[in-house]
C-alpha cells in the first residue's frame, strides 16, 4: 500500500494467498537468516564483552573468565542459531532435533560452525516436521511420548553424524574459501567496493540480512582468530544515514526539514537505521550519497585497521564503542571512519538537495507515497474504497501487529507510537511488534508493515487486514487508524430520530452560533489541512448518512481550505486551527467550529435546520 495523501487508510482486505515474487522471496531468504541470529544477539553482545573485557590485553583481563570465550564461540553461539532456525519450522521439537544435528558439525570441524548451524538447525526441523506429519495418525494411543522422544533422538543422532562427515568438511571448505575471499578482497583494499551494493540493499530493507546472515558470521570467525573485524563495521556504520539527515535539517523543506533533527537523535544514538530510509526513497539520486558515505567509511576503517569485536545491535555510535578492542587507536580510527562517512555523505546529499527545485521535498509523507508507488509499480488498490467501507473493514478488528524484518527496532518503535495514540483515544487495543516470519492468519487481526514487505505479510497472513507504510516512525496513517477505530464504533448506531434528536439538541450545552443561517446553506463543506485528510474524510462520510437520512438536499463535501467558493450558500464546518485560516481568505462563507468532526452534539441541530 502506498502512503499516499489521499489515501482514506484503507487496508489491504482478505484475500485468498497471493504469489510470492522474486524481490519477496530474496528478502524471505535473507530474514531466514538473520531470524536465527537476531533473536540471539544478546548472547553475541555477551560473548562480545566477554571478548573485550576479559581476554588477555582486554579492559580488565582475567585469565578464568576468559576461558568462556572459546566455548561460547564454538558451541553457545552455534547452538543458539541451531535451536532458533530448528524452532522457526517446527517448533520446540525442532529446535532440539536441529540443535543434536548442529553437534555433528562443530565436533566435525576446527572453526566456529555458524554457517553449519544456519543449515542443519532448519534442517533438523524439516526432517522431524515431515516425520511428525507422517506417521502423527498412525502411533497407537499411549505409544505418542514413546514414539515422539525416540523419533527425535534418532533423527538427530542420524543428523549428527551426516553432518560430522558430509555437511562439517564441506561448509569448513566453504568457509575457508569465503574467508580467503575477504582476506584478498582487503589486503587488495577493495573492500569499501562491497558498500556500493551494501547501502542500497539496506534501504530496501535488506539490512538484517546482509548484518546477522552474511557478515556477522564472517565476522565472528575472523574476530575469533584475530580479536576483531572490519566485517562487523561494513553495514551498522550510521555514518551515511546520519549525512542523509543532517543534509535535510539543514536543505530540506517542509515536513522532511522538521522531521530531521529527531530522526538524527534515533538514528545516531538509538542505532535505528531505518528511519532515514524514505528520506532516501523520496529521492531516489540520494542513493548516490549513502554510497559515498559507505564506501567513504570502509575505505577509512580498512586504511585505519579499525574492526570491532563482535556485532553492533543496534547500530548506534553506543554500540559500536562499546563493541571496540581496548585500542586508542581503534577509538580514534572508528570515530573518523564515522565522521568522514557522514562527511561523504552529507556533500553529497547537500548538493542533491539544494540543486533539486522539485516541490515534493515539502511533504515528506507525500513523498513516501509517491516514492511507494515508483518501487512497488502499482497503486493501493484500496485508496479509492468509499470511507463507509473502510471504515466497515475494521469492524472485527481488536488487536494490531507491527511486522517487521526482525521483530526489534523500527517496528518496536512504530508499535510504541501506535499504543500511545490509541491509548490517549480511549480505545481498548493491543498493539504489539513482532518478527514478519511470525505472522499468524488471526482472526481479528490488523498487521502493520513497511511496504517491502508487505507482499510477504499478505503470505503470511492472507487473511488478515493489513496496511503498509514507507516508515514505522512518522506515518500519518496511524492518525488514520485511530480515527477508523473510532468511526467504527459511531456509525454502529443508527442515529435517533428526528423527534427524539430534537429533543436531545434542546437540552445540549452546544448551541449553534446565533449568527449562522442555515436556510440558505447548499452545500457542507469539511475542510482538511496540513495534508492530514483522515478525519475530515470519515467526518464527511458520516455527515453525508446524516444528511441522506434526514431527506435535505444539501451536498456534503471534503475539500482543501484554496478549494473553497466566498459564498454564504457554503457552510464550512472545521477545527478551531482551520477556521483561523478561514477567516483571513473569506468573508461571506458560513463557519461551524468543533472540536470534534466526527460527532458533534451540534450535528443533529444543524441537519434539522437545514432547508
Known amino acids: ?98 540443535a543434536i544435528a548442529t553437534m555433528g558439525v562443530i565436533v566435525g570441524s576446527n572453526i566456529p560452525m555458524f554457517i553449519g548451524a544456519m543449515i542443519m538447525g532448519p534442517l533438523g526441523g524439516w526432517c522431524i516436521k515431515k516425520w511428525d506429519d507422517a506417521i502423527s495418525d498412525k502411533i497407537r494411543s499411549g505409544f505418542e511420548m514413546l514414539v515422539n522422544n525416540f523419533s527425535a533422538g534418532i533423527i538427530g543422532m542420524l543428523l549428527a553424524i551426516v553432518g560430522y562427515y558430509a555437511i562439517g568438511p564441506v561448509v569448513t571448505g566453504a568457509s575457508a ?57 561494513l553495514e551498522p556504520d550510521p555514518g551515511p544515514g546520519l549525512g542523509i539527515l543532517l543534509a535535510f535539517a539543514l536543505f530540506g523543506k517542509g515536513t522532511a526539514k522538521a522531521s530531521a533533527p529527531s530522526a538524527i537523535i534515533i538514528h545516531f544514538l538509538g542505532g535505528i537505521h531505518e528511519i532515514y530510509f524514505p528520506y532516501v526513497l523520496m529521492k531516489p539520486a540520494l542513493f548516490l550519497a ?39 587507536s581503534n577509538y580514534i580510527g572508528l570515530l573518523v571512519g564515522v565522521a568522514l562517512a557522514t562527511a561523504a555523505s552529507f556533500i553529497v546529499a547537500s548538493i542533491i538537495l539544494k540543486h533539486d527545485k522539485s516541490e515534493d521535498t515539502a511533504d515528506l509523507a507525500a513523498a513516501q507515497g509517491k ?75 490488523l498487521v502493520i508493515t513497511q511496504n517491502e514487505l508487505a507482499d510477504r505479510a499478505a503470505q503470511k497472513s492472507p487473511h488478515a487486514l493489513r496496511l ?18 473510532k468511526a467504527r464504533d459511531q456509525v454502529s448506531a443508527e442515529p435517533a430520530p428526528a423527534s427524539q434528536a430534537a429533543q436531545a439538541t434542546t437540552a445540549a450545552p452546544d448551541d449553534l452560533p446565533a449568527n449562522l443561517d442555515l436556510t440558505v446553506v447548499d452545500q457542507i463543506v469539511f475542510v482538511h489541512h496540513d495534508g492530514h485528510l483522515g478525519t475530515a474524510t470519515m467526518a464527511t462520510s458520516l455527515m453525508k448518512d ?23 450558500s457554503l457552510l464550512v464546518v472545521s477545527s478551531a486551527e482551520a477556521a483561523k485560516n478561514l477567516k483571513t481568505r473569506y468573508t461571506q462563507v458560513q463557519v461551524l467550529i468543533t472540536a470534534d468532526l466526527l460527532n458533534s452534539p451540534k450535528y443533529d441541530k444543524m441537519v434539522l435546520e437545514l432547508k
Not at 568462556?68 to 525442532?94: E, K
Request: overall charge positive; hydrophobic content about 50%; some cysteine.
Open 546 to 568: 446524516r444528511v441522506k437520512k434526514a431527506n435535505k438536499q444539501v451536498s456534503v463535501k471534503n475539500l482543501g481550505i484554496d478549494e473553497l467558493t466566498d459564498s454564504n
Open 468 to 485: 503498509s507504510v514507507d516508515n514505522f516512525l512518522s506515518s500519518p496513517k496511524y492518525d488514520q487508524v485511530v480515527v477508523n477505530l
Open 290 to 328: 549513502v554510497i559515498a558515505g559507505g564506501v567513504t567509511g570502509t575505505a577509512t576503517f580498512s586504511l585505519l585497521n579499525v574492526g570491532l569485536r563482535s556485532t553492533p545491535s543496534p547500530g548506534s555510535i553506543i554500540s559500536l564503542l562499546l563493541m571496540s578492542p581496548k585500542s586508542i
Open 177 to 233: 574459501m569465503m574467508a580467503a575471499g575477504v582476506n584478498w578482497i582487503i589486503k587488495m583494499k577493495l573492500l569499501p567496493l562491497a558498500n556500493v551494493f551494501i547501502e542500497p540493499a539496506k534501504i530496501l530493507f535488506l539490512n538484517n540480512a546482509i548484518n546477522q546472515g552474511i557478515l556477522t558470521p564472517l565476522g565472528i570467525q575472523a574476530a575469533a582468530s584475530a580479536g576483531k573485524s572490519i566485517l562487523f563495521l
Open 371 to 445: 516514492m511507494s508507488e515508483m518501487k512497488s509499480g502499482k497503486a493501493d488498490a484500496a485508496s479509492d474504497a468509499e470511507p463507509a467501507d473502510v471504515i466497515a473493514s475494521y469492524k472485527d478488528v481488536d488487536h494490531i501487529i507491527f511486522a517487521c524484518d526482525a521483530g526489534m527496532g523500527s517496528s518496536a518503535m512504530g508499535a510504541s507510537l501506535l499504543r500511545d495514540k490509541v491509548k490517549k483515544a480511549g480505545i481498548d487495543m493491543s498493539v504489539t511488534n513482532t518478527a514478519i516470519s511470525n505472522l499468524k492468519d488471526e482472526p481479528g487481526l
Open 1 to 98: 500500500m502506498s502512503e499516499n495523501v489521499n489515501t482514506n487508510a484503507a487496508p489491504t482486505a482478505p484475500a485468498a494467498k497471493p504469489k510470492v515474487g522474486l524481490k519477496a522471496r530474496v528478502q524471505k531468504f535473507g530474514s531466514a537468516l538473520s531470524n536465527m541470529v537476531m533473536p540471539n544477539i544478546g548472547a553475541f553482545i555477551a560473548w562480545g564483552l566477554i571478548t573485550a573485557i576479559f581476554m588477555a590485553g582486554g579492559w580488565w583481563p582475567n585469565a578464568g573468565l576468559a576461558k568462556m570465550i572459546q566455548p561460547m564461540v564454538n558451541y553457545l553461539l552455534p547452538l543458539l542459531i541451531a535451536f532458533t532456525g530448528g524452532s522457526m519450522i517446527a517448533g520446540h521439537r525442532g529446535g532440539v532435533v536441529g
